[in-house]
């Protein structure tokens, strides 16, 4: 009898358990520099202090996906360009955005190759070391990174820049940044889409200051569309620029900086924050037949 009752009870709670609605919350933030002058503010008030007020809001969602804009590297080689936007970081703040709840980092950028190849190396380690996942890298690992939310959704996500290698020769045998290239870039969402129920797709784009998104992001944006992409996720101008909604999906062209030194432009200390949800009832016993 007394186990009757007990069954009983487990039955209940999973089928209250399961009746529940299933949320998975996804938190897109834009561009992340850790060296210039947050490295200073980070020298001064501590590695955490620049995600002390969101820290709390990326530990409780599913995923936090942001754009690390600088390699995390101790080699002293950087390539060959303007020093004063030749970026670097230490390796050890890979715990710090694990610590502070970033799990998704794009880094097809214009300056993840800023100490070369062994730079992104050197990143990559740095980030699986803390279990942080990547996307827009090519050659060590797939730029497809995938993700089951609670809602029993997969997730994928894709990142791209347009901007050509700056300084540094590239070969084709080593690890790199993936390069938007329509045809290639098109296969690729195709074959992606697959293997997911929602692509996200990163890209790296946009004249830096224009608060306007150009001809050319609206073409490229709708092409990432037509393609399979169900959100177009944009960074780089370090401002904010246009959400479109076409065809029933988003483009967000640029949601500006998120970590980001003083830039003297206007706007530039505005950031878009994107927090999704995304609902469906699943049910152990209820709803369709178990
Ligand atoms: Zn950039």
């Not at 992340?32 to 409780?60: E, H």
């Not at 290698?165 to 870039?185: A, M």
């Not at 620029?241 to 505005?270: A, P």
């Given at each position: 009898m007394k186990k009757g009752i007990t069954?009983?009870?487990?039955?209940?709670?999973?089928?209250?358990?399961?009746?529940?609605?299933?949320?998975?919350?996804?938190?897109?933030?834009?561009?992340?520099?850790?060296?210039?002058?947050?490295?200073?503010?980070?020298?001064?008030?501590?590695?955490?202090?620049?995600?002390?007020?969101?820290?709390?809001?990326?530990?409780?969602?599913?995923?936090?996906?942001?754009?690390?804009?600088?390699?995390?590297?101790?080699?002293?080689?950087?390539?060959?360009?303007?020093?004063?936007?030749?970026?670097?970081?230490?390796?050890?703040?890979?715990?710090?955005?694990?610590?502070?709840?970033?799990?998704?980092?794009?880094?097809?950028?214009?300056?993840?190759?800023?100490y070369g190849y062994q730079g992104l190396?050197?990143?990559?380690?740095?980030?699986?070391?803390?279990?942080?996942?990547?996307?827009?890298?090519?050659?060590?690992?797939?730029?497809?990174?995938?993700?089951?939310?609670?809602?029993?959704?997969?997730?994928?996500?894709?990142?791209?820049?347009?901007?050509?290698?700056?300084?540094?020769?590239?070969?084709?045998?080593?690890?790199?940044?993936?390069?938007?290239?329509?045809?290639?870039?098109?296969?690729?969402?195709?074959?992606?889409?697959?293997?997911?129920?929602?692509?996200?797709?990163?890209?790296?784009?946009?004249?830096?200051?224009?608060?306007?998104?150009?001809?050319?992001?609206?073409k490229v944006g709708r092409q990432l569309?037509?393609?399979?992409?169900?959100?177009?996720?944009?960074?780089?101008?370090?401002?904010?620029?246009?959400?479109?909604?076409?065809?029933?999906?988003?483009?967000?062209?640029?949601?500006?900086?998120?970590?980001?030194?003083?830039?003297?432009?206007?706007?530039?200390?505005?950031?878009?924050?994107?927090?999704?949800?995304?609902?469906?009832?699943?049910?152990?016993?209820?709803?369709?037949?178990?």
């Open positions: 069954l009983l009870c487990l039955c209940m709670l999973l089928i209250i358990l399961g009746c529940r609605p299933k949320t998975t919350t996804l938190s897109f933030v834009g561009d992340i520099l850790l060296s210039r002058g947050v490295a200073s503010q980070i020298d001064a008030k501590g590695a955490d202090y620049p995600f002390a007020n969101v820290k709390q809001i990326f530990l409780k969602d599913s995923l936090t996906i942001g754009n690390l804009e600088g390699p995390l590297t101790e080699h002293d080689q950087g390539v060959y360009k303007n020093r004063h936007i030749v970026f670097k970081a230490s390796q050890q703040l890979a715990k710090t955005l694990a610590n502070n709840g970033l799990n998704l980092l794009s880094l097809a950028n214009n300056h993840t190759m800023d190396q050197d990143t990559i380690k740095a980030l699986k070391e803390h279990g942080l996942d990547m996307v827009g890298t090519r050659g060590q690992q797939s730029n497809l990174h995938t993700f089951v939310g609670e809602n029993g959704m997969t997730f994928g996500f894709l990142g791209y820049t347009v901007f050509p290698p700056e300084g540094y020769i590239v070969s084709e045998k080593r690890t790199d940044v993936v390069y938007y290239n329509p045809e290639l870039t098109h296969y690729e969402i195709t074959e992606a889409r697959k293997q997911c129920d929602y692509l996200i797709v990163q890209i790296h784009w946009g004249k830096e200051y224009d608060t306007y998104y150009s001809t050319t992001q609206e569309v037509d393609s399979g992409a169900d959100v177009v996720m944009g960074h780089h101008p370090h401002v904010i620029q246009g959400i479109e909604k076409y065809k029933g999906k988003y483009i967000f062209y640029s949601i500006g900086n998120f970590i980001f030194d003083h830039q003297n432009y206007r706007y530039t200390d505005e950031s878009v924050f994107c927090n999704w949800y995304q609902i469906m009832k699943q049910t152990l016993n209820g709803g369709q037949s178990p």
